[in-house]
């Protein structure tokens, strides 16, 4: 099967890459410039995208702006194979062609790889909460980046690339917008000639937006600034310096009840819709009510309201540098960088009550290239080191659980890679490369849980419906933790309203304290982590490239790629292992008709093995843990269409299609009751957990997450001359994506139905640039779609929805 898929697109690219002479000669209805080029850097060099034999996505400054794409997560409205859900809480979590990682985490390494100016990022939280302003471009690399990335990533690298300065021009411009939900942005750049081998380049931006959802949030409020200084002394010798300064404020990412799971009485659940708008979120009085009849465990109690406001108060900076030499044996690189940011958040897990992360983190890395090229043989070698630090201290309010972390964890990476392309003619090339990984990490911390049964510890809990005649559920007879960051504060308040003796104090290891009114029993765990690991693995790349005409290429790769394993804060599970993945790609890249129609085609077959997966499930004594381990293996096949015709002079049309077939072949989760509402079939392993007997769930078979089988972006843009130096520009653009799964435990409400996105524009510009006035709608069908369903451990369904309808007017302006 696998080989039929390839082979088709093999066929499908011959095809259309034959020489299009006869056509172009046939072309001279078609008029105008053409279809723009963009210059990638993907491979460590500038060339064409459309030279480039690889499979990448990439989107310029120009066009970002113009398709109004503010942010990383609107990335998505460009490239079908990226998938950004938002689940809360100041990290990201990105998916290409269904690889990717869902946590809140910072010690999970993410399976796309996120780059700043050339610099490769440990975490993605800092580019994803920062505005896009002043962009050269964005490119998105899509499959294992095993060779020539800082650190290797299994699903794909984004790179953000900003504007350079340019020597000899002194330049400013800005973007001011103003929309509905208050939403106010502002931009700015300026380019100072500072002499005749030297530039300055400065930016700033700053946005402000009411929220979405009625407790306010959904919200943004963030601001950046950077500056780069470019010396060039000689024609061989370059030197840029940049800084970067991001805040990140506001409330952060909200969410909305879907409904509720209670037990039917048979080992099942039955499904309770909330009844709720999809713009409620979580802390107003509706959602409170709803919220407060559900009973949580192991308590039974009655759930209480929010307890604190949620807020994000996030800010990362860093320097870089990029020394380019032209020497006698090659262009010399050399890129260092330091990186930190600091996050204090408070936000609302999957329905549990307030979390809060307290985080530092710093970074340094250093790459050094060299590329040249000797004979035949045009050659990259390198090197590159990362150290990142990790202090962390963080609670996640479960009500009747309270867990808190505290831990630091490093990072060493070393890496030495080289690639080689044979240019065994004008027209045909073989590339072959390989790297060397070594990861090291270290954790010292620990994990803490207070963990309120009614009864006492088990066996001898408590459950439904034992637990109402034993007053579990009567209000005021079992305590609900505050959002404690340690310990001895903990034990003190529970101390001072009376819920255990007051003869209790902090000590290490587990402590069992019987609430004084009878009800009750709190086990507090101690689960410290002090562990070291290294991981290494050879990652290669072999490539044929093939020039039909010069200006069709094919091309054909297997790489490998691989995902260093890690440490985690879990009671009996405290490492997993890395993942790897192996990718066959077969492609095209065309222009036909002088210009005016490019086709690129490509298919793929994805072969993983031992994907890191995150989700809910018990440790042997039944505590709740959020545990990454290893899938067995998964298999993603498709293919990706993506077509742009200039048919006239000022008309530009785009269509990209991606087709994708995932599949995990062995998936299994183990859990017990009560964290058992898992929508696979499963059997019993033997084993008990807290008392409660362990399931083997296997879901096998499944799609993997966030993988549509059919995606399809739209574009049009129109430009139409007015006279006296003005033009008017249209834009419509639209996709539609497939329905797909959005978390593991396949519940229904977790299937994101199919759905169309549009946006609209118009704009009234200056011909040569100099202004333009830009009125926008973005979402046309007013839909808000639940992109990131949760099912809370605690018997709640939870989402987090897309944007609604906004619109508004942006004023440009460049000089």
Sequence with gaps: ??????????????????????????????????????????????????????????????????????????????????????????????????????????????????????????????????????????????????????????????NIIPARPVIGRDSMGF??????YNAISADTHVNLSVSENSALRLGAAYAVRDGFNRDGTDDAKRGSLRAQYLFEPTSDLSLRIGADYTHVGGKGVGGNYVGSYAPDGAGGYVFVPSGLNNSEGFNTPASNAFRTQNIGAPAFGFLSPMNAEQKQDSTYWGVNA?????????????????????????????????????????????????????????????????????????????????PISNYVQKTDSYA??????????????????????????????????FITFCGGLPPANLTPPASFGAGCATPGN??????????????????????????????????VFPLLNGVGTILK?????VDSRTYSRVTWKASAEFDVSPQNLLYATVESGYRAGGLQLTESKTSYKPEFITAYTIGSKNRFFNNHVQLNLEGFIWKYRDQQITYFTVDTSGTLINSSENAGKSTIKGFDADLVVNPMRGTTLTAKVQYLDTKYNDLHLFTAAPRDNIGCPFTFTGGTAGGAPVKDFNCSGNPLLFSPKWTVNLGAEQVVPMGNGLELVGNIDTAWRDSQWGAFEYLDFEHIPAYWTSDASLTIRDAEGGWALTGFVRNIEDKRRNLAPQSSPIGLAVGHYSAPRTYGLRFSGNF
């Design 1 to 158: 099967m696998y080989l039929k898929l390839l082979g088709a697109t093999s066929l499908l690219a011959v095809a259309f890459s034959a020489p299009a002479h006869a056509q172009e000669a046939q072309a001279d209805a078609a008029s105008g410039d053409g279809i723009a080029e963009i210059v990638v850097t993907a491979q460590r060099k500038s060339e064409s995208l459309q030279k480039a034999g690889i499979a990448i996505d990439a989107v310029s400054g120009d066009n970002l702006l113009q398709r109004g794409i503010t942010n990383a997560v609107d990335i998505t409205k460009t490239v079908p194979a990226l998938s950004v859900p938002s689940n809360g809480g100041a990290n990201a979590s990105v998916f290409i062609r269904g690889v990717g990682n869902v946590t809140n985490n910072s010690y999970n390494d993410p399976a796309v790889t996120l780059s700043y100016d050339g610099v490769v990022l440990g975490r993605a939280g800092g580019v994803f909460g920062a505005a896009f302003y002043d962009l050269e471009r964005v490119e998105v690399l899509k499959g294992p980046q095993g060779i020539l990335y800082g650190r290797n990533a299994t699903g794909g690298a984004i």
């Design 175 to 180: 973007n001011l917008s103003y929309g509905n």
């Design 322 to 402: 990029e020394l380019n030499w032209t020497t006698g044996i090659g262009k010399l690189t050399v890129i260092p960088s330091y990186r930190r940011s600091k996050d204090d958040t408070l936000f609302y897990g999957p329905a549990f009550n307030t979390a809060h992360t307290k985080e530092k983190v710093s970074q340094k890395s250093l790459e050094a290239r060299l590329s040249g090229n000797v004979g035949m043989i045009d050659y990259v070698v390198g090197g590159f080191y990362l150290n990142e630090k990790i202090r962390a201290n963080t609670e996640y309010n479960q009500e009747f659980v309270l």
């Design 416 to 449: 030495g890679f080289g690639q080689l392309t044979a240019n065994v003619s004008d027209r045909f090339r073989l590339i072959g490369g390989a790297r060397y990984t070594h990861d090291k990490k270290a954790m010292n911390g620990g994990i803490n849980n």
């Design 478 to 511: 079992v305590p609900y933790y505050p959002n404690f960051l340690n310990t001895t504060d903990t034990i003190n308040w529970l101390k001072s309203n009376g819920w255990i003796s007051p003869a209790s104090s902090d000590q290490a290891g587990y402590q």
């Design 525 to 529: 765990t101690d689960n410290p982590v």
